[in-house]
């Protein structure tokens, strides 16, 4: 059950667009639909942001958006924005019924 | 709107339990998997556990498991996680979370955590 990998930090500048990756094996992110992703403030719960790879919950914004391609999951962040500011996860199911996190990326607004 | 509340969470010395409570309101409690998941302090995410609706199926991360367990009961809406033989590395804010229907079973409703510290 390691972590899915994600790049420790991405960088932009606002209006740009970023792109978060998230890997992980067959096992888990390439065997299954089930990826989501979760962005996080500071002392703050995780807040659902994408859901079955590439779905976004109501209310959440369309400039977020999500795919998979193998092993690897893809979250991009369009016309960034100061308050896009945060901590991304990805998650998915994985072959032993169980759930797996990725490491996590802190994505800064310059 | 949906309520999640963790609590039991405090300081305790290695080798001891705690049992944590996560109260859920206003949604049929009885009809959501519910997960357990924790954050190290100044970590990132790491998922412990996973609970059917109806409590027959649970599930463990690999570092928890036959030290942790998950339980529910739906006459309370209470979710439960049985923590034993704690670690220095089980220090973290542990949230509850729902497995949502609409979502593919993600978790659309998170608690604010609770703080466990294990430390002699």
């Known amino acids: 059950q390691s972590a899915l990998t994600q790049p420790a930090s991405v960088s932009g500048s606002p209006g740009q667009s970023i792109t978060i990756s998230c890997t992980g094996t067959?096992?888990?992110?390439?065997?299954?639909?089930?990826v989501s992703w979760y962005q996080q403030f500071p002392g703050k719960a995780p807040k659902l942001i994408i859901y079955?790879?590439?779905d976004r919950p109501s209310g959440v914004s369309n400039r977020f958006s999500g795919s998979k391609s193998g092993n690897t999951a893809s979250l991009t962040i369009s016309g960034l924005q100061a308050e896009d500011e945060a901590d991304y996860y990805c998650?998915?199911?994985?072959?032993?019924?169980?759930?797996?996190f990725g490491t996590g990326t802190k994505v800064t607004v310059l | 709107q949906v309520h999640l509340v963790e609590s039991g969470g405090g300081v305790v010395q290695p080798g001891t339990s705690l049992r944590l409570s996560c109260a859920g309101s206003?949604?049929?409690?009885?009809?959501?998997?519910l997960h357990w998941v924790r954050q190290a302090p100044g970590k990132g995410l790491e998922w412990v556990a996973v609970?059917?609706?109806?409590?027959?199926?649970?599930y463990y991360a690999d570092s928890v498991r036959g030290r942790f367990t998950i339980s529910r009961d739906n006459s309370r809406n209470t979710l439960y996680l049985q923590m034993s033989s704690l670690r220095v590395e089980d220090t973290a804010v542990y949230y509850c979370?729902?497995?949502?229907?609409?979502?593919?079973?993600?978790?659309?409703?998170w608690g604010q955590g609770t703080l466990v510290t294990v430390s002699s």
């Open positions: 979370a729902r497995a949502s229907h609409d979502y593919g079973e993600a978790c659309d409703y």
């Open positions: 206003e949604f049929t409690f009885s009809s959501y998997a």
């Open positions: 609970i059917s609706y109806d409590g027959h199926k649970v």
């Open positions: 067959s096992s888990d992110v390439g065997g299954y639909d089930f």
């Open positions: 079955e790879v590439s």
């Open positions: 998650s998915s199911y994985t072959s032993l019924d169980t759930y797996v």
